[in-house]
């Protein structure tokens, strides 16, 4: 997932795939012929892997993946949208989901601490209340409104929630906040939401 700011500024998500890998995988590669991912990779970059190495197929069986796809952060929260519904009475308990954020240090040092966002001398991450949940009237998207958002290196969305199948959805989200969007219109909705 990723957010063009404007002006050459870019801020970005990661989710994990619903998948499993018998190594680490890099190189992921569409193939033209089939339309099927291919991936290769070895031990060194997992270290829950089975196999030094493998070269694995990935293909698409036609059967739904409820998983989020798209990220916006606004000014007063949030913005997630999925591939499909979500079960919007559990979408809507802001009990569902855990937000926390950190920054890193800027050292000659290899690797950093994670430190608080509000005090770099605190070495532990900052949870972030949820103040409420909006959920569209697809059930594709929700708005998790956050208030006192400001830019940092790392911000966690967990969430728990369940399909419309009643099949679990749960996520965690890692992304950056370079830049805060528009205030959201007080339904949820943001100006992102028509991309």
Avoid at 25 to 38: E, K
Avoid at 148 to 158: E, S
Wanted: charged letters at 25%; glycine letters at 10%; hydrophobic letters at 35%.
């Amino acid at each position: 997932m990723y957010e063009d700011m404007g002006n050459g500024l870019l801020q970005g998500g990661v989710v994990q795939f619903p998948l499993g890998f018998e190594t680490g995988i890099c190189r992921a590669r569409f193939n033209q012929r089939d339309n099927q991912l291919y991936v290769c990779g070895l031990k060194g970059w997992q270290t829950t892997a089975t196999k030094d190495g493998a070269f694995q197929r990935v293909r698409y069986t036609g059967k739904p993946v409820t998983m989020p796809t798209k990220l916006h952060v606004a000014k007063d929260g949030v913005q997630i949208t999925f591939t499909n519904p979500i079960d919007k009475s559990v979408a809507a308990d802001k009990e569902n989901y855990a937000v926390e954020q950190w920054n890193y240090l800027w050292t000659s040092e290899y690797g950093s601490p994670e430190v608080s966002a509000e005090d770099p001398t605190v070495k532990e991450r900052d949870p972030m209340e949820v103040d409420a949940v909006t959920v569209s009237d697809d059930g594709k998207t929700v708005f998790l409104k956050i208030a006192d958002l400001k830019p940092v290196m790392q911000q966690k969305i967990q969430m728990k929630l369940k399909g419309t199948d009643g099949k679990d959805v749960n996520y965690s989200i890692f992304h950056t906040i370079n830049k805060l969007g528009a205030p959201s219109n007080g339904t949820g909705a943001t100006a992102a939401a028509g991309k």
